[in-house]
Nanobody
Framework: VQLQASGGGSVQAGGSLRLSCAAS????????MGWYRQAPGKQRESVAI??????DYADSVKGRFTISRDNAKNTVYLQMNSLKPEDTAVYYC?????????WGQGTQVTVSS
């Protein structure tokens, strides 16, 4: 399993970014995919999860972030709108398969006020 995250960057508050996570080895449609983030000095936290039938979001991002997937591209996305400085973190994608959680490398998101 390999997960390649991309799309991070620096934006001003109120701006938008779209993160991508390209998976290889296991179909994103057959597993639970997620986005997590870790800010400096804080623990990694779940941001959004997508399964075969559901999506779930952290309260802090509900209404602003949308997780989706493109099965043909085997890619999961995180559309982030109305970004806030507190969204600044390294964002990681994950894939749950066979009872094991796989991680991609992180992508930095920086939101300035």
């Amino acid at each position: 399993v390999q997960l390649q995250a991309s799309g991070g960057g620096s934006v001003q508050a109120g701006g938008s970014l779209r993160l991508s996570c390209a998976a290889s080895g296991i179909s994103v449609s057959a597993s639970s995919m997620g986005w997590y983030r870790q800010a400096p000095g804080k623990q990694r936290e779940s941001v959004a999860i997508i399964t075969s039938s559901t999506t779930d979001y952290a309260d802090s991002v509900k209404g602003r972030f949308t997780i989706s997937r493109d099965n043909a591209k085997n890619t999961v996305y995180l559309q982030m709108n109305s970004l806030k400085p507190e969204d600044t973190a390294v964002y990681y994608c994950s894939q749950l398969w066979g009872g094991r959680l796989y991680w991609g490398q992180g992508t930095q998101v920086t939101v300035s006020s």
